[in-house]
């Protein structure tokens, strides 16, 4: 993730927000944008993203003087926001049940049998995000896209470091599976 | 590193290339329009306090609105919705933000309605081909056809994808149509490769796009349909040749095996730039007219069955994209209208309401349809100077506040741009005859009214009349004459309008306006010499005779070209004041090197007094004195001239007159 946002500036800008200063939130809100639109965007959608995205930094300067810098850095703040947001915005529009984490999936490898070989492409492997369970997307949206650390990940979804790991192993095994049925081997992912 | 950590590295490592795709993914940006327009509605709550919750409240009525504008419900349950709306417009002039919770509930449980009503009757939501669909696709193949990706191979399937850096590859017998993101399609032969090298929208313009494409072998038919602004273009390169469509164009370009590419204009024109060893030429090439191994030449195009069937083919994709944008203009029933009102009371944020107004603006053009389509002229007119009124006060509101609320004002007047272009995108293939023509005028004079500064009035003028002469080439091959005849006279009077406006400029301003007629100038040449093709009527047989209306559109094209070439000479003497300046001098010489056909086709030199124009046909020679303007013109040919002190009578050289000098 970028240097940016763990930066003493961001911090700064934090407090003078707090005070009232809403230049300083104005310019939070430009260094935080991207990052949160690109998280909202891959975990609810494309049509939801700016909405969301606008009732995030919304919450967040309601919210802004009860954060404490200390136990965690005001990106994992906001990006808990953000999941709370999201997780809101999912209980309004269920549509689907998830999946219980336990249940082992067993689709095998390489089953494609459609005479068209698809390769890897950016078009192929978003489409596979969506199909994941929410809690393995969200994983892997904040892990390589938000490019955020182990540490503030765990800190966001309120789980161990341990167990974050087994969920990100699984989330990979799981978009491997998913690519497999679209056609893309090993060799090609 | 503990148990875990080495457990956990062991079988990590089997997703190492899924996670560098996952770290490569493309990345997704908020465009620099939305985050401003995003930003200023932040910012405005955070600034006057605004409760979250109202925000989301307004967030919600959106999403309404946006459903409500797919779905039709019954008289039923439009009653029972406009009763439930009615009662929170009421109450909420009154309440305070603690109200919203009761409000959302009311108007989740109106979704619902809403929902059960588009269960029951199925109101589907036609994918619309004139809307923005910003992707390149196969459209349809026959035979065997793949597409070569990353040097892997695919099999084409309709529907498939394309992407820059794709060839597309036809096998013996086989055939592919492949449909571009800009609405242009292209029709490939039998044992044709096609590399596609560029793919291009803005994403903050989508009516700006750029296609590029590289034929390696084969033979492709390419139509473009609806460019209209400077910077598209759809771009054929066939070995040292780059074929380029700005506008409308249908072409063919063709390599045979061991052979050299031939590009043949088909209707329209295209322009041309070939190289070779010593040199780089570029032409345009007009209808009827191809160029093979540096030499061009008239060509009897109509007699090969490949290009007669694409004509045919092409006529019905066009029915098909006129026939989609006039469904594009979908009525509103009155809930949509009372929620459109509804919003923009309730709106507090100016910019929100700026963007609501130009959003009910698309509900005004879909009810001047239904009165268009119904005969009801007058009706449809007073609601066309309605959506005008609302552009221009919208439009007012940006410049206004351009100041006080920057990037308030500029995502407003963008989303006003883009909204406009979009249209006039989707109308530009309508002619005179359509019933919707008058919609895209309405939209023509609205481009003018939102321009912000004379020079940008004066480019869209000009941009008006240019499409008068490609409703000209329309009007011609649909054999319209007569409706092609008084589209030519349009043209000639909207450049003496503009030219007249530009004379009352400040001298300031007049320089760029003058730069901007010169340029649009140099492309309506290269139309009104393809029109001037087109329109030629053939040597007449013993047993023919020429149509009348062929004679006197001929005539037309040949005045509107002399005339308005002199309009152009008195507004630059009258801009350069004893000097030409050096956009000026640019202009003159963007003038000077069109070539049609291989062929120059006008000399213009300008002097400090004084300004000479020649073509095949004309000389013009324009001198200003202290006391006044005097335009002469002489034909070559019939050896005759004519001076008048600044106006040209029209159709003047139709017969021989005696020199009145």
């Known amino acids: ?104 999936d067993n689709r095998k490898d390489n089953q494609a049998d459609t005479h068209t070989r698809r390769l890897l492409t950016n078009e192929i492997l978003t489409f596979a995000l969506k199909e994941l369970k929410d809690q393995y997307r969200q994983i892997i949206i904040l892990k390589y896209i938000n490019e955020l650390s182990n540490e503030e990940i765990a800190d966001i979804l309120g789980k161990s470091q341990t167990a974050l790991r087994i969920l990100q192993f699984r989330a990979l095994r799981q978009l491997k599976n998913i690519l497999t049925d679209k056609g893309i081997t090993d060799s090609q992912a | 590193m503990d148990l875990l950590e080495k457990l956990f590295s062991k079988h990590i490592n089997k997703f190492r290339s899924l996670e560098t795709k996952l770290k490569n993914i493309s990345e997704v940006r908020l465009n620099d329009a939305s985050a401003k327009e995003l930003k200023s509605r932040v910012m405005h709550a955070v600034n006057f306090g605004k409760p979250v919750e109202e925000n989301f409240f307004v967030a919600l009525t959106e999403k309404i609105k946006n459903l409500a504008s797919q779905i039709q419900p019954s008289a039923y349950f439009r009653s029972m919705l406009k009763e439930k709306m ?12 603690a109200s919203a919770s009761m409000y959302r509930r009311t108007f989740a449980s109106a979704l619902a309605v809403i929902f059960v009503v588009g269960v029951f009757f199925n109101f589907g939501y ?30 084409a399937e309709p529907g498939l994808l394309l992407l820059a850096d794709d060839t597309i590859k036809t096998g013996p017998g086989s055939r592919a149509i492949i449909r571009f993101l800009d609405q242009s399609v292209s029709r490939l032969d039998e044992n044709t490769d096609v590399k596609i090298s ?42 040292n040749t780059i074929a380029v469509a700005k506008k409308k164009a249908a072409f063919d370009v063709k390599i045979p095996a061991g052979g050299s590419a031939k590009i043949s204009a088909i ?25 093979e191994q ?145 919609i895209k005028q309405t939209v023509s004079e609205a481009r003018v009214i939102i321009a912000t500064t004379p020079n940008k009035k004066t480019e869209e003028r000009l941009s008006q009349a240019s499409s008068k002469l490609l409703e000209v080439q329309d009007l011609i091959e649909q054999g319209d004459t007569a409706a092609a005849t008084r589209q030519v006279q349009e043209y000639n009077k909207a ?45 007449p047989t013993q047993t023919q005779v020429t149509p009348p209306t062929s004679l006197e559109l001929q005539q037309t094209i040949t005045d509107a070209k002399t005339e308005s070439l002199s309009k152009v000479g008195e507004v630059v003497l009258d801009a350069q004041m004893g000097q030409p300046s050096a956009s000026i001098l640019k202009g003159v010489e963007t003038m000077n090197n069109i070539e049609v056909n291989g062929k120059s086709v006008i000399d213009l030199k300008i002097s400090n007094d004084g300004i000479m124009i020649r073509t095949e046909a004309t000389q013009i020679d324009v001198i200003q004195s202290e006391t006044s303007t005097t335009t002469t013109i002489t034909s070559p040919t019939t050896n005759t001239s004519v001076t008048t002190p600044l106006k040209l009578i029209p159709a003047i050289l139709t017969t021989p007159l005696p020199t009145t000098n």
Request: hydrophobic share 40%.
């Open chain 1, 1 to 104: 993730m970028s240097q940016e946002l763990h930066s003493e500036h961001v911090e700064s800008l934090v407090i003078n927000s707090q005070n009232g200063d809403a230049d300083a939130f104005g310019k939070l809100y430009d260094i935080f944008l991207q990052p949160i639109y690109r998280y909202v965007y891959y975990r609810a959608g494309k049509e939801e993203a700016e909405d969301l995205t606008e009732l995030i930094f919304l919450k967040t300067w309601e919210h802004i003087r009860k954060y404490k810098r200390g136990k965690y850095s005001f990106s994992s703040w906001i990006f808990r926001i953000a999941h709370n947001v999201v997780v809101d915005y999912y209980r309004g529009n269920k549509k689907e049940e998830e999946l219980p984490e336990e249940l082992e």
């Open chain 2, 495 to 539: 450049i003496s309008d503009v030219v007249t406006d530009i004379k009352q400029l400040p001298i300031d301003q007049k320089e760029k306006a003058v730069t901007a007629i010169l340029n649009t100038k140099a492309e309506d040449l290269k139309a009104l010499e393809a029109a001037s093709t087109t329109s030629m009527p053939t040597m």
């Open chain 2, 294 to 438: 540096g030499t061009i030449k008239n060509t009897e195009v109509l007699e090969d069955a490949w290009i007669t069937d694409n004509l045919e083919k092409d006529r019905v994709y066009i029915e098909s994209v006129k026939k989609d944008v006039q469904n594009s203009f979908n009525p509103v029933h009155a809930v949509q209208q009372l929620t459109n009102d509804t919003q923009i009371v309730l709106t507090i944020d100016d910019v929100s309401k700026q963007l609501k107004i130009l959003n009910a603006a698309k509900s005004i053009l879909a009810d001047a349809r239904v009165y268009l389509e119904k005969g009801e002229i007058q009706k449809a007119q007073d609601t066309l100077n309605y959506f005008k009124s609302q552009i221009e006060s919208v439009s007012n509101w940006a410049k206004e506040n351009q100041a006080k609320n920057p990037a308030g004002a500029a995502s407003v007047s963008s989303q006003l741009q883009e909204m406009l272009d979009s249209y006039q995108k989707q109308l530009s293939l309508l002619l005179p005859a359509d019933s919707l023509y008058l």
């Open chain 2, 126 to 155: 036609r994918v619309n081909r004139a809307e923005a669909s910003v992707m390149t696709i196969i459209d349809q193949i026959s035979g065997n056809v793949t597409v070569v990706r990353d040097n892997k191979i695919l099999i």
């Open chain 2, 198 to 239: 560029k793919l291009y929208v803005n994403p903050n313009n989508k009516t700006e796009t750029i296609v590029e494409i590289i034929i390696e072998r084969g033979r492709i038919w390419s139509r473009v349909v609806n460019l209209i602004n400077d910077v598209s273009k759809f771009q054929v390169k066939a070995q």
């Open chain 2, 267 to 291: 209707q329209n024109h295209v322009d041309l730039v070939v190289a070779t060893n010593k040199t780089v030429v570029e032409t345009t090439l007009v209808k009827g007219f191809a160029a």
């Open chain 2, 86 to 97: 009615e009662v929170i417009v009421e109450s909420g002039r009154h309440s305070k933000w």
